[in-house]
């Protein structure tokens, strides 16, 4: 019986550092939490309320200033030019110094791995029948895909570090406070912030969304900076392909070049969402709205307006850490109960 007591005790005295782990709040002045329903119930109150007064609309007047990494930003070449693939399409590229090194299909780096369906879509029925053609194909995509990628991951790193710098952010290093250099620097910057700095939160999303909202066409000039850079081109028939097959008259396609810019400039966002959620303050910002946005009174769908963006925020991780001491307690507690008897467990 003794032993029987000292295990509720013991899971008694757990489940009260849970449930008291919820770290004070000076903001709502809510103080120590009581029960895991007050718990979740909080938390979404914050949320809310930071979605709701600080919606954010990103407006710099450094915006028209902004080139980002100097060096990166001299190199990127703008189009004036009706047709956005003049010029990258095969039979009408310029490149200095030679011709085409390389001709790709319009869709031929995928989003995800290589398929074998993937590239039979790319070679069609009569030269997929060779499984020789296939493997070469898919080879070479794949080489293609890993050099692109590297290309897009470091050019879009910089145009983020770039605005940064533009805007201030600074970090210490040996005591003393420098501009950030690399993506790395960033994430050390954004890792430092305190919850209550409205304004890096304001900062920091118009570096990850702000920037790329108000110049609208730079995913197509790095694809051109990085074609014409390793003189590849789109053949003619995928691009009036591409073209035939769209649903919608006129639409603005992207060839898989653009697109993979967009995908590195996706994951970048998810490494700082990544950072902050892990950092002591907690802050991820998104494009994610709380339910409660997303639809009208009548319960009708509503977009999302451009520029507008929310930030959600989680427990600080000292709240996490009692949570995991909670659990292996617990899972001690159980270890001790298998050495009660069976009798004594009955009364459980």
Avoid at 79 to 87: K, L, Q, R, V
Avoid at 274 to 282: F, S
Wanted: proline residues 3%; charged residues 30%; aromatic residues 8%.
């Amino acid at each position: 019986m003794r032993m029987q007591h000292s295990v509720l005790q013991l899971i008694s005295h757990a489940a009260t550092l849970c449930y008291a782990g919820a770290p004070p709040n000076s903001e709502t002045s809510v103080g120590l939490l009581q029960h895991t329903s007050d718990l979740t119930e909080i938390w979404g109150v914050i949320s809310a309320k930071m979605m709701s007064d600080n919606s954010l609309s990103p407006s710099h007047p450094e915006e028209a200033s902004l080139s980002g990494d100097e060096a990166a930003a001299n190199q990127i070449q703008k189009s004036t030019n009706d047709d956005p693939y003049d010029g990258l399409t095969e039979g009408t590229t310029r490149y200095a110094g030679g011709e085409v090194a390389v001709l790709v299909h319009f869709r031929e780096i995928p989003k995800d791995s290589v398929t074998r369906e993937h590239v039979i879509s790319l070679l069609g029925p009569e030269k997929s029948k060779e499984s020789s053609a296939i493997e070469e194909r898919q080879l070479k995509i794949e080489k293609l895909k890993t050099d692109l990628r590297g290309w897009a991951r470091e050019h879009v790193k910089k145009r983020v570090v770039g605005t940064a710098r533009k805007l201030g952010f600074k970090i210490v290093v040996n005591k003393r406070e420098v501009d950030i250099s690399t993506f790395a620097d960033l994430k050390l910057w954004w890792r430092t912030r305190q919850r209550s700095d409205k304004k890096a939160v304001d900062d920091l999303t118009y570096v990850l969304y702000g920037w790329f909202d108000n110049n609208t066409k730079w995913e197509r000039k790095l694809e051109r900076q990085f074609m014409e850079e390793h003189k590849w081109a789109y053949t003619s028939e995928s691009v009036e392909e591409a073209n035939e097959n769209s649903k919608k008259e006129g639409a603005d396609l992207k060839g898989c070049v653009a697109l993979t810019m967009t995908y590195l400039k996706v994951e970048a966002v998810r490494q700082m969402q990544r950072v902050g959620k892990a950092a002591p303050h907690g802050i991820v910002i998104t494009k994610t709205r709380p339910k409660s946005k997303q639809y009208n009174d009548k319960g009708k769908y509503v977009k999302r307006k451009k520029g507008e963006y929310f930030f959600q925020v989680y427990p600080k991780s000292a709240t996490k850490k009692k949570v995991m001491y909670l659990l292996l307690l617990i899972l001690r507690c159980c270890t001790i109960c298998i050495f009660i008897t069976r009798d004594d467990l009955t009364l459980f």
